[in-house]
């Protein structure tokens, strides 16, 4: 007896997959997140053979991206992970904020079922959109057998959520990984793994818990030249339980910054120390005073502090 096509629920949450052109917009002349679930299944006809269910967390432009969505959405994850039928999940979600949500997701649930989140740079209203293939190509990863944790499906990749960047304003390759390349590729419908399926300790739904106006404020501030540390005394000011320093090159901090970051740890605000360039490591340096972010992109090492300080 042939086996049943394996269950996959899409859970889309907005962005540009889901955007149409529209005149009441700002200069991209699309509204994103327009268009529900099955308006984005109904466009991929290859889709058509497969069993899937779909739901609509959210219907935003990922730059709004917050803390109540991301709540809501790992809670719906969680859920359909947990159904026995079920053989993963797809979120569709903007391109913009898509590497802190995929990075999120990663460190909250860990997922043994696969959880893909995809995305387009072009509209579907587009002459050419990226959107559809992207979707299709993350239903089919997601139905394979094997497959688990938290990745992106984009431009016919997988990459993992760890070290994950938006590197383009506007070409549809527009993700690169901090160090690497993807994960696999699919390449005629046949996955073709270069790396293992992510893994990780699950922090679990209940970390995420408390009320959004609750959770620990996290800044960015960044290094630069003539950087005077003012901002992280204003960030203090205001309530920073913590921040991240995109730092130049290898992390590394001017010396009127240094101070201000010092000031801000002596008064218990937790500091990480990533970099503004767009590639690369940032590891711990001797003294070992500062955490370093790693391979996290400053934007997802404002995650982990956030996460870290909810403990
Ligand atoms: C968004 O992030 O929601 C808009 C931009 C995009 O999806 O490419």
């Known amino acids: 007896m042939q086996s049943p096509m394996p269950l996959v629920v899409i859970l889309a949450t907005g962005g540009t997959i889901a955007g149409v052109a529209s005149e009441s917009t700002d200069t991209t002349g699309y509204r994103a997140g327009a268009l529900g679930a099955d308006a984005l299944i109904a466009a991929v006809p290859a889709l058509a053979g497969h069993r899937l269910e779909s739901e609509s967390v959210a219907a935003i432009d990922s730059k709004d991206m917050d803390i109540a969505t991301w709540q809501r959405l790992a809670e719906r994850v969680a859920h359909h992970v947990a159904r026995p039928e079920v053989a993963g999940v797809v979120i569709t979600h903007g391109t913009d904020t ?5 990075y999120f997701l990663h460190r909250v649930l860990a997922p043994s079922k696969p959880v893909l989140l995809t995305a387009a740079m072009r509209p579907a209203s587009a002459l050419s959109p990226d959107g559809p293939a992207n979707l299709l190509d993350a239903v089919t990863i997601a139905g394979t057998p094997g497959a688990r944790g938290v990745a992106v499906v984009f431009g016919g990749a997988l990459w993992a959520a760890v070290g994950l960047r938006k590197i ?144």
């Open 98 to 102: 898509l590497e802190e949500t995929a």
């Open 168 to 311: 383009h304003t506007l070409q549809t390759a527009a993700f690169a990984a901090s160090d690497c390349g993807p994960l696999a590729r699919l390449e005629g419908g046949v996955l073709r793994a270069f790396r293992a399926w992510p893994e990780g300790e699950p922090l679990g739904l209940g970390r995420i818990g408390a009320a959004p106006e609750s959770w620990p404020r996290v800044e960015i501030v960044l290094n630069h030249a003539g950087a005077d540390g003012r901002l992280v005394d204003a960030a203090v000011a205001a309530g920073a339980a913590g921040l991240v320093v995109a730092g130049t090159g290898h992390g590394s901090l001017g010396e009127r910054l240094e101070a201000a970051l010092a000031r801000a740890r002596g008064a218990g605000v937790r500091v990480m120390r990533a970099s503004r360039c767009a590639f690369g490591p940032v590891l711990p340096r001797d003294g070992g005073d500062v955490e370093a972010a790693g391979e996290l992109s400053a934007v997802q090492a404002r995650v982990e502090l956030q996460l870290a300080l909810l403990a």
